[in-house]
């Protein structure tokens, strides 16, 4: 899934090119793309974005009169691009959007399954749809950290990837996260130490930062990634090779020399804990 560093890059790279010209033609979209009807697409036409925001995974687009907002939320396998006028693009795309002079967003998804939205909105309504969601990862400091961690006893890993507790994070940044902070997934939120705290808040930040600047160069997740999918491959601190645990509905990479104090780690799946 796409998460902070990659929908912020898209965020950047879409800014310029959709807030150029007034929209065209919204749509067609597929039916469980869309997940608003009033009001109607249509009413995005003849208007234009003021740009493009991002909050926590979602992209935002915002029309420059101040009444609507085009929401996205990609999930795992959505992915957006933006098309110059005459650029070939996908047949049937989940969501099309042209815009006067030619250029066209579109929305893509792989897979069958449809689990990609676009959410049209008054103002009013995304902030409501958005109010779920804790502070933006980046920049939240030690002291925010510690408060967000202090509240409510979790695992590490299940608190990082929670959008309500800390928006921008998924399962691929709380693993490279955790490994730079030196801490166990499975640590407890309320056991960190303040140093821990620290590395952590510092770890959030070095990290997203890496990663916002590898996608802005078209870095792919081979590259982007040093733990996350690298099972058997030699930590890059300490060369042990990266283990790999299910838990909950996920799957946890993690060096067990820099991370854990060389224990490895029971798997917690769900489907294992109900039976
Ligand atoms: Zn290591």
Redesign the pocket.
Known sequence: MPELPEIEAWRRALNDPISAFPIEKAGPAHIATLKTFDPPLSALEGRRFAGAERRAKRLLFPTDDGELVLMIHLMSAGRVRYLLAGESGPKSPAFRLRFEGGGELVLTEAGAKKRAGVWLLAPEEAEAELAHLGPEAPGLGTERLGEILGAESRRLHSLLRDQRAIAGIGRAWANEILHTAQLSPYATSTDLVPGQVKALADAIDSELQRGLELRERGAKDAKVYRVHNKLGEP?H??G?PIARVDFEEHTIYY?S??QTGGRVLKDRRLSRLLR
């Open positions: 930590c601190v300490c042990t060096c020399e820099c």
